[in-house]
C-alpha cells in the first residue's frame, strides 16, 4: 500500500487527464455507494432474497455514513494521507461487499456499517484532489460529469441486480470498487498546504456562515429525496424492473442540460421551475394511479427537480473548497453530510406520512417546499460575496464598461466619490478583496480601506454585502428598462 500511495504520475498529466482521472475515482466509488450501501437497489435485492429486514441495516449504514463525510476533515488535511485513505477505503469497501455473498450474520452488519463509514470519508477527502486538479471556473462541469457518471454506472448495477440476480450486481460492483483503486494510484500524493491562499486579504468574506446556511439548505431541500424513498418508491415496487433503469434516467438529464447551458443563462428560473416540479410531483402521486404512466410522470417531474438542485449545491460547495483557511475535506464533507442528514430526516417523515393517523399529508410536503422557497433567495445573498459564478455578478462583470458606469452612478451621485472612491467602488462590486484593489490601484491596503469606508458611508452601505445587493437590483431595473427598449 505504501508504494501504491508513492506512486503519482498525476504531476506529469495533462490537463485532460488530470479531469478524467479525478472523475474515473470518484465515479466508480460513488456508483458502488448509490447501488449498494446508500439505500441501495443491491442492498434491498439482497436482502429480501434473504428474508433480511433492512430498515435497521439502511438506518445505520445512513448515519455511519454521514458520521465519516463530517468528521474525515478533523484527521484528513493532506492530499498524501487524502490518497492513502481513499485506496485503503476502496480496498476495505470490496473486501466488505464480498462479505454478502455469504449467508446472513453479524458479519453484515460490521461490514456495512464500516465500509460505509470509510465511504464517506473517501468522498469528502476528494474535495482536496478537486482543489489541486481543477480551477474553480471548471468545477461546474466536474461536478457535473461526475455526477453524471456515477449514476449511469449505477442504473448498470440496478439493472444487474434486477435482470440477473442480486449477486450479479453485487458482483459488479466489487468491480467497479476495484477500477477506482486503480485510479487513485494516480491521484497526487504531495503535501498541501492549508493557509489563505497568495493574495487573499483577511477582508475577504468568511466561507463559514454561507457554509451553515447551505448545509441547512441542503437539509431542507434533500428532505424530499427522503420522502421520495419511504413515500413513492414503494408505492411502485411491483414496477421493478422499470424502475431499475428508468429511476435515474430524468436525474442524469437534468444534470446534462443545466450542465450544458449558455453561461450567461439564468439559472434562478431553472431553480423556480425545479421547486414547481416538486410539487407537481407529489400532486400527481396522490392523483394518479400506480401504473407506468404514473410512474413516469411522478418519477420524471422528482428526480428531475433533484437533479438540477444537487448540481446546484455540489458546484457551490466545488467553489468553496479553496476558500479562507479552511480545509476542504470540512468543506465537502459538511455540504454531503447535510445531504445525508436531510434524507434521513425525509425517511422519518415519509414514515410518518405512510401512518393511517395523517389524514392530510399534501400540508407537510407544501411547508417543506414553501421552506425552500424562502431559504432560497436568503441563500443567495449569503453567497453573493463569494459566488460570483452563481449569480448576476458575472452578466455585470461582462457588461460594457458603460453600463457598470451608469449602474453604479444609479447608485450614488459621481459627484459625490472621488475618482479613487469611483475606481474603489467598481473593483469592491467585483468581489476582489482590499489587497487584491491596493495591488490593482498602486495604493496602499489601508488606504483602500478608508476609500472603502467612505463609499459605505456616501451610499448608505453598512458593508460590502448591502453594496453588492443594491447593485444586483440596479442591475435587474438595467436590464428590464433595456429589454423595454
Given at each position: ?16 487527464n ?5 472523475i ?41 455514513h ?7 476533515g ?102 467497479f ?156 464533507g ?43 433567495p ?87 454585502a448591502?453594496?453588492?445587493?443594491m ?15
Amino acid at each position: 500500500m505504501k508504494e501504491l500511495a508513492e506512486f503519482s504520475p498525476f504531476e506529469t498529466m495533462d490537463s485532460f487527464n488530470r479531469h478524467w482521472t479525478l472523475i474515473a475515482v470518484f465515479v466508480f466509488f460513488f456508483s458502488w455507494l448509490l447501488a449498494f450501501p446508500f439505500e441501495g437497489r443491491i442492498l434491498y435485492a439482497l436482502a429480501e432474497l434473504q428474508g433480511v429486514s433492512t430498515p435497521r441495516l439502511v438506518f445505520g449504514a445512513m448515519v455511519f455514513h454521514g458520521v465519516g463525510l463530517f468528521s474525515c476533515g478533523y484527521f484528513v488535511r493532506t492530499r498524501r494521507r487524502a490518497k492513502k485513505l481513499t485506496l485503503f477505503s476502496a480496498a476495505f469497501c470490496a473486501a466488505a461487499s464480498c462479505a454478502f455473498f455469504l449467508p446472513p450474520s453479524p458479519l453484515w452488519t460490521a461490514a456495512l456499517f464500516s465500509s460505509s463509514f470509510l465511504a464517506g470519508c473517501c468522498l469528502a477527502a476528494w474535495g482536496l484532489f478537486c482543489v489541486a486538479a481543477v480551477p474553480k471556473s471548471e468545477r461546474f462541469k466536474i461536478m457535473a460529469d461526475a455526477l453524471i457518471g456515477s449514476n449511469l454506472l449505477m442504473i448498470l448495477l440496478n439493472a444487474a441486480a434486477v435482470h440477473f440476480s442480486p449477486k450479479a450486481g453485487l458482483g459488479l460492483s466489487v468491480l467497479f470498487l476495484a477500477v477506482a483503486f486503480w485510479f487513485a494510484r494516480g491521484l497526487p500524493a504531495g503535501e498541501t498546504s492549508l493557509r489563505r491562499p497568495p493574495g487573499k486579504s483577511k477582508d475577504a468574506p468568511s466561507v463559514n456562515g454561507p457554509l451553515a446556511f447551505l448545509c441547512l439548505f441542503i437539509v431542507v431541500f434533500t428532505i424530499n429525496s427522503g420522502l421520495m424513498y419511504q413515500v413513492q418508491n414503494p408505492a411502485f415496487s411491483h414496477l421493478e424492473r422499470l424502475t431499475a433503469w428508468y429511476w435515474a434516467v430524468p436525474y442524469i438529464a437534468a444534470l446534462v442540460i443545466v450542465r450544458n447551458l449558455p453561461r450567461k443563462a439564468n439559472r434562478a428560473y431553472i431553480l423556480n421551475v425545479a421547486i414547481a416540479m416538486i410539487g407537481f410531483s407529489f400532486i400527481a402521486f396522490f392523483s394518479l394511479s400506480r401504473s407506468v404512466t404514473g410512474y413516469l410522470i411522478v418519477n420524471t417531474l422528482m428526480l428531475g427537480a433533484c437533479g438540477v438542485y444537487d448540481l446546484f449545491w455540489w458546484s457551490i460547495l466545488g467553489d468553496m473548497l479553496d476558500m479562507g483557511d479552511n480545509n476542504p475535506v470540512r468543506i465537502l464533507g459538511a455540504g454531503l453530510a447535510a445531504n445525508v442528514f436531510g434524507v434521513l430526516l425525509g425517511g422519518l417523515i415519509g414514515s410518518a406520512l405512510r401512518s393511517p393517523n395523517v389524514h392530510h399529508p399534501m400540508l407537510l410536503v407544501g411547508a417543506v417546499i414553501c421552506v425552500i422557497v424562502v431559504m432560497l433567495p436568503l441563500l443567495h445573498n449569503r453567497l453573493i460575496l463569494l459566488l460570483k459564478e452563481h449569480i448576476f455578478l458575472t452578466v455585470f462583470q461582462e457588461s460594457l464598461p458603460q453600463e457598470q458606469n451608469q449602474m453604479i452612478q444609479n447608485i450614488v451621485d459621481a459627484d459625490k466619490l472621488t475618482r479613487r472612491e469611483n475606481e474603489t467602488l467598481a473593483l469592491l462590486i467585483q468581489g476582489k478583496s482590499y489587497r487584491a484593489i491596493a495591488e490593482e490601484l498602486g495604493v496602499t491596503e489601508n488606504t483602500i480601506k478608508t476609500h472603502a469606508r467612505n463609499i459605505y458611508s456616501k451610499t448608505g452601505a453598512r458593508n460590502r454585502a448591502e453594496l453588492v445587493s443594491m447593485v444586483r437590483d440596479e442591475k435587474s431595473a438595467f436590464a428590464r428598462n433595456h429589454k423595454s427598449l
